[in-house]
């Protein structure tokens, strides 16, 4: 299994755009977790799913956060309109129902 | 809430000396424990886990302690190499909850 894998790697956009990140979990893994990591407050959980189901998003900082898993191998996170404070490299993770939980190489945000 | 912490946010040792990396966590519930380490630009990588049926875990060059009674964890390595500078993150999870919550993260510098 090529692991959790994430894209694009890099990001850089306009405040006002639209911007998705796009995540592919691991075969057979029940949930998917998508994580912000910034200087200041480390790693974040934005949301997670558990087979393919929103369970938890109060960690989404606004409604200008979405998140969807339209399937089990598939999941977006969007922010519509970006500003520069949602610069950050975000990640995604997925794992089986009881042990650790697989990270891919993350996707670097710049919004300026 | 209840979170992980880390007493140590950078430890700096020479090649060939063992590392210690400390983390407190409050949650009594939690029954499973993961080390993890970040290198520079990639996700978050498993090193090693335990639950809270034991003390202690080996693994290569790498052990982990558990002591519940004061709620703290351990990651010791032993003769660290250049290789193991990194970020090392300790995460909790606990039964009724599938969600791995992390630390701060302590930077390991390892000094040739």
């Known amino acids: 299994d090529a692991g959790v894998i994430q894209s694009p790697r890099h990001e850089v956009t306009e405040m006002g755009q639209e911007v998705t990140l796009r995540c592919k979990p691991i075969s057979g893994h029940d949930y998917l977790f998508w994580y912000r990591q910034t200087m200041m407050r480390g790693l974040e959980l934005l949301i997670y799913f558990n087979n393919n189901v929103p369970i938890d998003d109060s960690g989404m900082p606004e409604d200008r956060f979405s998140a969807k898993m339209p399937n089990a191998s598939f999941s977006t996170l969007k922010i519509q309109p970006s500003e520069p404070r949602d610069s950050a490299v975000y990640f995604c993770a997925s794992s089986p129902r009881d042990t650790e939980a697989f990270f891919g190489q993350g996707t670097r945000l710049t919004v300026v | 809430g209840e979170s992980v912490g880390l007493h140590l946010p950078t430890l700096s040792v020479q090649e060939g000396d063992n590392s210690i990396i400390n983390c407190a966590y409050s949650n009594s519930a939690s029954d499973y424990f993961i080390w993890y380490k970040q290198e520079s630009g990639k996700g978050p990588q498993f090193i090693i886990d335990?639950?809270?049926?034991?003390d202690k875990r080996q693994g290569q060059r790498v052990t982990v302690l558990l002591n519940k009674t004061v709620k703290h964890l351990s990651l010791q390595i032993a003769a660290t190499q250049p290789g193991d500078s990194a970020v090392y993150f300790c995460a909790e999870k606990s039964g009724g909850s599938y969600i791995p919550t992390f630390g701060r993260g302590t930077s390991l510098i390892v000094h040739p």
């Open positions: 335990i639950r809270s049926n034991m």
